[in-house]
């Protein structure tokens, strides 16, 4: 992996005290606008580095400004901070300290490296501009990004553009996925209840069963996809709950069906709600239930400018090689909500590889991942780089 300053001793404390803090907030996990302890300590680093420190922002979240020259360019640098509420597997000495905590999505790898590319920059750094350097919270509900735009995030530190990255399990370690356009789906979330009549289940004939109409409308839903989009279009449609209120011999009076969908753009929302709409609708009436239908937008899509994002795959290319990244690689249908600040500010959200075999491909969300830990001077040096192309 690349060296992340001209001189190894440099080097190579940096790469341990990336370690050394990665490993800290590992066994410290904290949850979605909970992160006091995450943020304290990202804070006082800033502050040791030398940066402009600001916390607090959209709760949890802090902000580090670094300058140099007179140079009124401005790009911000995102990281996320949050935790799961998932009970960790991994048995190894820095594994989780907080029960039914655990950092499973590899935040405490990202907020390293990034305070890396901090230090690193304060110390070594030329460059000709500010960095507005982001530790977001709560990432993984949605809520994080938006609650910091809410808080000013761009008015008080304004940018010309943001970039964000995120580690990959199957991607090989330290190679880079890098497209313009989308990259990763909104998601939505939905509830339907459906309200029958109860009755015992010897005498099926006195009630209205919603067992039974909930099973159709979850087959029925499966052609929202199949058959309402262009087959060019890319969605996703999931009943992940199906809750009665019945016993073993009673065919309850209701039935709760939840679940998410997943798309890339908002006509296709739109398209998605209002057919899963009329399909309940017209089953529910069919068989004389009642039923309402609930439909929120949780996460935006994640749509990468075209000109940052050859940005970010030239800094790539020349810092790891051509042969170890991807360009325009698939768009993932999961959801992250950088996408919120790619509404407001042109930037680049990349994948870096976590590993492709071993520990390094177990899955994001799984109780047995671990964020790997070579990454941390490849990441720093992406970050410090792209300083150094984006404000010369």
């Known amino acids: 992996m690349p060296d992340l300053t001209n001189t190894p001793e440099q080097t190579s404390s940096l790469d341990q005290a990336m370690l050394a803090w990665r490993h800290d907030f590992h066994q410290h996990p904290e949850l979605g606008f909970e992160e006091s302890r995450t943020a304290g300590k990202v804070a006082q680093l800033l502050r040791d580095f030398g940066l402009e420190v600001h916390e607090g922002i959209g709760g949890t979240g802090v902000v580090g400004l670094l300058k140099r020259g007179s140079g009124k360019g401005a790009i911000g640098l995102r990281a996320d901070m949050d935790a799961l509420a998932i009970t960790e597997r991994n048995a190894f000495e820095h594994r989780s300290q907080n029960p039914g905590k655990m950092h499973a999505c590899g935040h405490d790898g990202h907020t390293s490296m990034l305070l890396g590319a901090a230090r690193d920059l304060a110390e070594t750094g030329q460059f000709n ?64 209840i459906i309200r029958g009549k109860g009755t015992h289940a010897a005498l099926p004939h006195l009630g209205i069963d919603p067992i039974l109409i909930g099973a159709e409308v979850v087959t029925a839903l499966q052609s929202v996809i199949s058959r309402t989009f262009n087959p060019t279009e890319n969605g996703v449609l999931s009943v992940t709950d199906f809750a009665t209120n019945g016993l073993r011999n009673v065919i309850p009076d209701q039935v709760t069906l939840r679940g998410d969908t997943r798309s890339f753009s908002p006509d296709v929302q739109d398209l998605i709600e209002r057919t899963m709409q009329r399909i309940v609708a017209g089953i529910c009436a069919a068989y004389g239930a009642d039923h309402s ?17 050859e940005i970010a795959l030239a800094v790539a290319q020349e810092l790891v090689g051509t042969d170890k ?19 407001h500010k042109p930037g680049c959200y990349l994948l870096l590889g976590n590993g492709a075999e071993g520990p390094g491909a177990v899955g994001l969300h799984s109780p047995d991942y671990d964020f790997n830990d070579e990454l941390l001077p490849v990441g720093a040096a992406f970050w410090s780089r792209l300083v150094a192309r984006q404000l010369p």
């Open 325 to 343: 990244v991807i360009k325009n690689g698939k768009a993932i249908m999961a959801s992250e909500d950088f996408g919120h600040m790619l509404q």
């Open 129 to 192: 501009g500010t960095v507005v350097f982001i530790f977001q919270p709560a990432e993984e509900h949605g809520r994080g990004a938006l609650a910091m735009i809410n808080d000013g995030l761009f008015e008080r530190f304004p940018v010309d553009a943001i970039y964000a990255l995120h580690n990959l399990p199957s991607l090989p370690t330290g190679h880079f996925s890098i497209k313009a356009g989308p990259v990763m789906a909104c998601e939505d979330n939905f509830e339907i």
């Open 293 to 309: 239908f609930s439909y929120s937008r949780e996460f935006v899509a994640t749509i990468n400018s075209p000109a940052e994002a």
